[in-house]
T-cell receptor
């Protein structure tokens, strides 16, 4: 049973460019959350998708957007990249839109902005 | 956002018990307490969660204070593979989980 998979694993972009990161949730999961983790810090919540809609959003600018597809997979898009966007981007899936549902994380996409 | 406070780092000897504390004084009645751990170059891994009662699973035990304002993750016999960053988070009814900076656990042989 495949867990959460993210692609690509590493990515290098230039300031001002746009990037799309992809996530396939664990089989049977329907909720996807995205996190940004800077070096030496804990993951910061970006947003959460359920039933193809953004349900919750953290303190991130509109340059960060997302999408969830009918098969529950998800994309994270970041426009007008800044150097400060360099981080590990983590996708987490869960079974239900409930607080007792554990998050299952992928191993992330390491984004470097130069 | 619901906030948790954890020590930055802790050390343990191999095969000894480890008690990792977490304070969450602003917890609401419907918030669940979740613990995750993260090894280098990996995403966080679920460890355990609870609401009011103490919980046990194959990885660890979770002791929750009666007023729910603090909790303790207990690793009964630490191994070198338990060296990781441990995160205590509150999972809200809104489905939002907020991570702090966690506790870096070092296990000495």
């Amino acid at each position: 049973d495949a867990g959460v998979t993210q692609s690509p694993t590493h990515l290098i972009k230039t300031r001002g460019q746009q990037v799309t990161l992809r996530c396939s949730p664990k089989s049977g999961h329907d909720t996807v959350s995205w996190y940004q983790q800077a070096l030496g810090q804990g993951p910061q919540f970006i947003f959460q998708y359920y039933e193809e809609e953004e349900r919750q959003r953290g303190n991130f600018p509109d340059r960060f957007s997302g999408h969830q597809f009918p098969n529950y997979s998800s994309e994270l898009n970041v426009n007008a990249l800044l150097l400060g966007d360099s981080a590990l981007y983590l996708c987490a899936s869960s079974l239900l839109f409930l607080p007792n549902s554990p998050l299952h994380f992928g191993n992330g996409t390491r984004l470097t902005v130069t | 956002d619901a906030k948790t406070t954890q020590p930055n780092s802790m050390e343990s000897n191999e095969e000894e018990p480890v008690h990792l504390p977490c304070n969450h004084s602003t917890i609401s009645g419907t918030d669940y307490i979740h613990w995750y751990r993260q090894l280098p170059s990996q995403g966080p891994e679920y460890v355990i969660h609870g609401l009011t009662s103490n919980v046990n699973n194959r990885m660890a035990s979770l002791a929750i204070a009666e007023d729910r304002k603090s909790s303790t993750l207990i690793l009964h016999r630490a191994t070198l593979r338990d060296a990781a960053v441990y995160y205590c988070i509150l999972s809200t009814n809104a489905g939002k989980s907020t991570f702090g900076d966690g506790t870096t656990l070092t296990v000495k042989p």
